[in-house]
């Protein structure tokens, strides 16, 4: 009964982050893609049907699938891309319990660009240090296991892939923790974008600077675990009266 009450959770989490992605604008259509491994069992994940909008995405329509990627629980389609993607990243990364992949318009932004890189000059961004790879080799879809491997080696000492012409991949060690990591993400990149449109340059905080504020986040402030727990429990707060359905 346990067992069963840790995956029930475990999957109302994670349909909770597929509508917020949506209800922020993290989303693209149809694609892109979420993913839980299932508690107590680290050889199977939590992941979409190919085909459903994130809006529509409730805790029980989420299948199950194995490093094989077949549906072991659920109905419906096994997109090659994510199985391919997350399943190498979970096998190679056993403390990435949630893999978040997305192209948000700023942090795609920034992927478009040469040597397009994420920038200390807010405190949003200080977060990060020394969290993010960038694998600027854009080979098309991640359509085999070769393409998921490759991407998953990039990723990981990493908790943050910026993926050149693609999009951005992000992990934690749980759903609230993936997903503090990609709002904070976006509103890095979306206020590195607005600033480098005005035309002047950007007022970088120095390195020092940056490790202190990273390790202040990191022990003491918005980038703790109890932290993590608060924001998206005060998100999935504002989900009930409008989408209380996310649970069924």
């Keep these: 009964m346990a067992a069963n009450n840790e995956i029930q959770i475990a999957r109302e989490n994670l349909a909770a982050a597929y509508r917020l992605a949506d209800k922020f604008g993290f989303n693209e259509g149809i694609d892109n893609h979420f993913t839980m491994v299932v508690p107590n069992q680290n050889d199977r994940f939590l992941l979409i049907p190919y085909g459903l909008h994130w809006s529509e995405v409730?805790?029980?329509?989420?299948?199950?699938?194995?490093?094989?990627?077949?549906?072991?629980?659920?109905?419906?389609?096994?997109e090659p891309?994510?199985?391919?993607?997350?399943?190498?990243?979970?096998?190679?990364?056993?403390?990435?319990?949630?893999?978040?992949?997305?192209?948000?318009?700023?942090?795609?932004?920034?992927?478009?660009?040469?040597?397009?890189?994420?920038?200390?000059?807010?405190?949003?961004?200080?977060?990060f240090y020394g969290k993010i790879a960038y694998d600027d080799d854009y080979r098309g879809g991640a359509l085999d296991e070769d393409e998921g491997s490759r991407i998953a080696n990039a990723f990981r000492d990493y908790d943050l892939l910026f993926m050149a012409n693609h999009g951005i991949t992000v992990a934690g060690t749980s759903v609230a923790h993936a997903w503090e990591q990609l709002y904070f993400l976006n509103r890095a990149c979306q206020a590195q974008v607005l600033a480098m449109s005005t035309g002047r340059a950007l007022k970088k905080?120095?390195?020092?600077?940056?490790?202190?504020?990273?390790?202040?986040?990191?022990?003491?402030?918005?980038?703790?675990?109890?932290?993590?727990?608060r924001h998206f429990t005060a998100l999935k707060r504002l989900l009930e009266p409008e989408q209380p359905n996310y649970r069924n």
């Design 58 to 78: 409730t805790a029980s329509i989420l299948m199950i699938v194995d490093g094989t990627g077949t549906r072991i629980e659920g109905e419906g389609f096994v």
């Design 205 to 229: 905080i120095p390195e020092s600077i940056v490790k202190s504020v990273a390790q202040q986040i990191e022990t003491e402030g918005s980038g703790g675990a109890a932290n993590h727990h």
């Design 81 to 127: 891309s994510a199985f391919h993607i997350h399943n190498a990243i979970h096998m190679t990364r056993p403390d990435a319990t949630c893999v978040m992949h997305c192209h948000p318009p700023y942090p795609l932004a920034l992927c478009m660009i040469e040597e397009g890189r994420l920038e200390y000059a807010d405190q949003n961004a200080c977060r």
